[in-house]
């Protein structure tokens, strides 16, 4: 049964994610950047902290072909599970779901535990981030190649 919390629920929640999951698998970058909001950001330290203009800068690279890491660029897979639904209020949504992604480049493989903590918001044609945040299980990045793609 789905979890409600005022207009939010589990399944739509993590039939989101599991959309974002295949838009990025997919390598459909922009589409992908358009599940952000304009103020889309963080302001805590964190390995990677991008804004909204970041990201839509890495898009632009990773698709225009010259950037070394991903060039070939990576086959990924992820799986999305355990999804749950924090808390909402204010018309916005705090949850949280567990991930595996899956990384294959140059006869090599990485694969990346973790949670994603987000905060999602209703925009005019179904959620959108308004915070999005991938929490590595691993205690050391020691991937073969950079950590490029996005979580």
């Known amino acids: 049964m789905a ?9 739509e929640i993590e039939e989101f994610l599991i959309y974002e999951a295949a838009l990025l698998d997919e390598w459909r970058l922009e589409e992908w950047l358009a599940l952000m909001t304009p103020e889309v950001h963080r302001d805590t330290l964190f390995l990677i ?3 909204r203009r970041t990201l839509a800068s890495r898009v632009r690279q990773l698709l225009s072909g010259i950037t070394w890491a991903e060039n070939p660029r990576s086959r990924t897979r992820r799986l999305i599970t355990n999804v749950r639904l924090l808390a909402a ?6 949850a949280t779901a567990n991930f595996a992604v899956w990384r294959f480049q140059h006869e ?4 990346y535990v973790g949670r994603y903590v987000h905060v ?3 925009g005019p044609s ?3 981030f308004r915070e999005r945040r991938a929490v590595l299980d691993l205690e050391t ?3 073969h190649g950079k950590l490029s793609f996005i979580l």
Request: no cysteine; proline share 3%; net charge negative.
């Open 120 to 122: 999602l918001v209703r």
């Open 89 to 94: 209020e204010g018309g916005e949504v705090r």
């Open 126 to 128: 179904g959620l959108l």
């Open 3 to 11: 979890t409600t919390a005022g207009l939010f629920t589990v399944g």
């Open 141 to 143: 990045l020691r991937p």
């Open 108 to 111: 090599h493989a990485d694969v």
């Open 49 to 51: 902290a991008d804004d």
